[in-house]
């Protein structure tokens, strides 16, 4: 029991350790800084692969627990309080993916407009191009 207590509290290391880097990353995605997009996301998947392995030695650990096993008050109270805290973080976790979300796509709608104004003008500044001219300035030349 012992083990599945221990496993449950890194598991909430690792989600801290999550949550604190979206904490960081969505800062600087509010003020439209985009540059570490890709380790942030890299970052998050190593997070997740850890998170992986250890629900699959909880499993692992609850597997080899004999079926007469009896579990303490103590450590009754210790695993809610665990998942508990687990519960709180992957909620946490989830708005600020919720908010991550928003702002990146606000940053794209941003950059669709920007295309789309540079386009209007393209068109706009080749509607002045004359032809006449042109063709006088080859003549003359």
Known sequence: MTRIISLLNEKNHYL???YSLNEVE?????????DNLQSFYQTREK???VLKYVD?????????????????????QQIKEA????????SRIIEQDIQVLACI?????SIIRELQDVRRNRKAIGGYKSKIFTQRLDEEA
Do not use: H, P
Not at 105 to 109: F, L, P, S, T
């Open 83 to 90: 998942l508990t805290i687990k519960d709180e973080y992957v």
């Open 26 to 34: 969505l800062a600087n995605f509010a003020q439209g800084l985009f």
């Open 56 to 76: 699959s030695q909880i499993d692992r650990a609850q597997n080899e627990m004999s079926a007469d096993t009896v579990m303490v008050q103590g450590d009754r």
């Open 16 to 18: 801290e350790k999550f």
């Open 47 to 49: 997070i997740l692969d």
């Open 105 to 109: 796509e606000m940053a794209k709608n």
